[in-house]
């Protein structure tokens, strides 16, 4: 492709909303929403001081924004979810510095569909090749060590793959619903032993006097999510200093917009009778996906984190016709609640030859142990369910 002009971006501002957008095209994962990634940035849950410093890439043909990466520089490693702790000390080992580090990925969030964004008609392998060329040479140029897209969109993996960028397999949890009509149709695929234990966890929910509501759109106003922000920080200063208390209350205020309310459901627990919230979970949507991603309580009311964070939502999914489940990174109590274990995949590509011989040779047989150790995984589930596979395997 020829008269291709590459610019850098200290913000997602300077990149036109409505092209942006445009540019997200039948990938309508709310997470890469202009509106989100500006949420983050306004609200300075994501900025230099917090070690996230937006670093975006663009395409122009003449004066036609044709492609964009997202991207961000990082001075750490925390948000990610994929842990690049043995990387982390193999540059230790051999004298280099680790951070900074390009990443990209929707901050904070662990949601796979990560890609470059490209407008209607052109041609993505040499637009994602003339993009990577210069990452490289930003990168090169600047010494940093490494590039690492996270949480890939399966389709655009294939590309960014055959253009030499090593594949890393970690796993997430998803659950599948098949046109179940109703929350005990859901208990069907469990065997019977788990149908009680699912069952008698909602139900001491309910003696507790505790009752579960979801609040979406036009019934979410500022009060609601200021709510949720005090819930997220008092569940992440209980984990002390390994509380991932990232976003500030202004993030959360700022899903009221058109453009964010739309995709917000709050799971509101209240104690009956004097009407008082005591707990709430926030989840995200499209029109076939739900994504669990924060929550807290005032109190320590046994199953209510199931109740609240699996089966209302999953209940809410159901009468709403939504196909797909993910609850979020963590946990292995979810194996037993319907979620089983899924192979996602990061490409990376490290400047320093010997470090980056010395990865790939290692991850083939490092990808193996984690599809073995999603099998195991799943055998113990108490349920029913399709084999998972990796796309592009």
């Known amino acids: 492709m020829n008269n291709i002009k590459i610019k850098w971006h200290a913000t997602i501002q300077e990149i036109p909303k409505i092209i942006w ?45 044709i492609a964009c990466a997202p991207l961000y520089l990082k001075s750490h490693s925390y948000g990610e979810f994929i842990f690049d702790n043995a990387f982390v000390q193999l540059a230790q080992d051999m004298g280099l510095q680790y951070y900074p580090k390009l990443i990209g990925m929707s901050p904070l969030s662990p949601i796979e569909g990560y890609r470059f964004l490209f407008a209607e008609g052109v041609n993505d392998r040499d637009l994602t090749q003339i ?20 949480y890939v969109d399966p389709k655009w993996m294939k590309v960014a793959e055959s253009l030499n960028c090593a594949k890393w397999v ?52 500022v009060m609601n999510l200021k709510k949720m922000h005090y819930f997220y920080q008092l569940h992440c200063s209980r984990w002390g200093v390994w509380g991932s208390k990232y976003l500030t209350e202004s993030f959360f205020t700022e899903l009221r917009s058109t453009e964010l309310k739309e995709n917000i459901v709050l ?15 926030l989840c995200v949507k499209n029109e076939n996906m739900l994504w669990g991603r924060y929550w807290g309580a005032e109190k320590n009311i046994d ?11 999953i209940e809410w999914a159901i009468a709403n016709k939504i196909k797909y489940f993910d609850p979020g990174a963590g ?28 990865i790939r040779e290692w991850l083939p047989r490092a990808n193996k142990l984690m599809l073995d150790q999603i099998n195991a995984t799943n055998n113990e589930v108490p349920f029913k369910f399709e084999e998972p596979k990796l796309s592009n395997t």
């Not at 993009?131 to 600047?142: G, P």
């Not at 199953?303 to 939502?313: G, I, Q, R, V």
């Not at 946990?331 to 010997?354: E, Q, V």
Request: glycine share 6%; hydrophobic share 35%.
């Open 21 to 65: 957008n445009n540019f997200l095209k039948g990938n309508s994962t709310p997470f890469y929403k202009w509106d989100w990634l500006n949420a983050l940035e306004r609200s300075k849950s994501v900025s230099t001081k917090y070690g996230w410093q937006p670093l975006f890439l663009s395409a122009w043909s003449e004066n036609d924004l």
């Open 131 to 150: 993009l990577i060329s210069e990452i490289d040479s930003f990168a090169k140029q600047n010494g940093i060590l490494s590039c690492n897209f996270l």
């Open 170 to 221: 970690n796993q997430q949890s998803l659950l599948t619903l098949n046109e179940e009509k109703s929350f005990s149709d859901f208990l069907q695929k469990f065997n019977s032993n788990q149908r009680r234990n699912i069952k008698r966890e909602r139900e001491s929910i309910k003696k507790c006097g505790v009752k579960v509501e979801a609040l979406s759109g036009s019934q979410i106003n």
């Open 267 to 281: 799971f509101d627990a209240k104690e009956e009778g004097i009407d008082k919230t005591i707990g709430m979970s």
């Open 303 to 313: 199953n209510l984190h199931f109740e609240a964070c699996y089966y209302s939502p």
């Open 331 to 358: 946990g292995s109590h979810k194996k037993r609640r319907g979620f089983i274990a899924k192979p996602n995949a990061s490409l990376h590509r490290w400047y320093n030859l010997p470090m980056d011989s010395l």
